[in-house]
């Protein structure tokens, strides 16, 4: 999506993958969806878009950050947490992290809000979600 360098900073990699969230929230989500549809096709969008990196950690693709998903369009677990965290700030839909703990797992969820009461898992690694949804 956006050009970058191998030199750019942290900083800058975040400020590219923030840009990249806004401008997908405006093909992802429309004014008639609920925080329930915003969140379903968050968990589509990447699931479908962003395939599991399994490359060298070293090769400037940075599949930890919301940027390797975002802009370079691979993904790990924690860029997929980090991804959905932006991706969910920008359908104004209330997230908090949690980690389940399993061993040999990198797996990262994200509690999304949804209209009912309650919160709903979101691994996107994984391929789980237990919101209200037609996930793919």
């Known amino acids: 999506s956006g050009?970058?360098?191998?030199?750019?900073?942290?900083a800058q990699r975040e400020a590219m993958a923030k840009q990249e969230?806004?401008?997908l929230a405006q093909s992802l989500f429309t004014s008639e969806m609920n925080k329930a549809q915003k969140a379903e096709a968050v968990f589509n969008?990447?699931?479908?878009?962003?395939p599991t990196y399994t490359g060298a950690a070293t090769d400037g693709i940075y599949p930890t950050e919301a940027f390797g998903v975002l802009v370079c369009k691979?993904?790990?677990?924690?860029g997929y947490h980090a991804a959905v965290k932006l991706l969910c700030n920008e359908a104004g839909?209330?997230?908090?992290?949690?980690q389940n703990g399993k061993q040999g797992v990198d797996l990262?969820?994200?509690?999304?809000?949804g209209l009912t009461a309650g919160w709903y898992n979101m691994d996107v690694a994984n391929g789980t979600?237990?919101?209200?949804?037609?996930?793919?």
């Open 93 to 98: 839909i209330a997230e908090r992290d949690a």
């Open 129 to 136: 979600y237990d919101g209200p949804r037609n996930v793919l």
């Open 74 to 78: 691979k993904g790990s677990g924690a």
């Open 21 to 23: 969230a806004k401008n």
């Open 3 to 10: 050009k970058w360098l191998p030199t750019d900073t942290t």
């Open 108 to 113: 990262y969820l994200d509690g999304v809000e």
């Open 45 to 50: 969008y990447l699931r479908l878009n962003v």
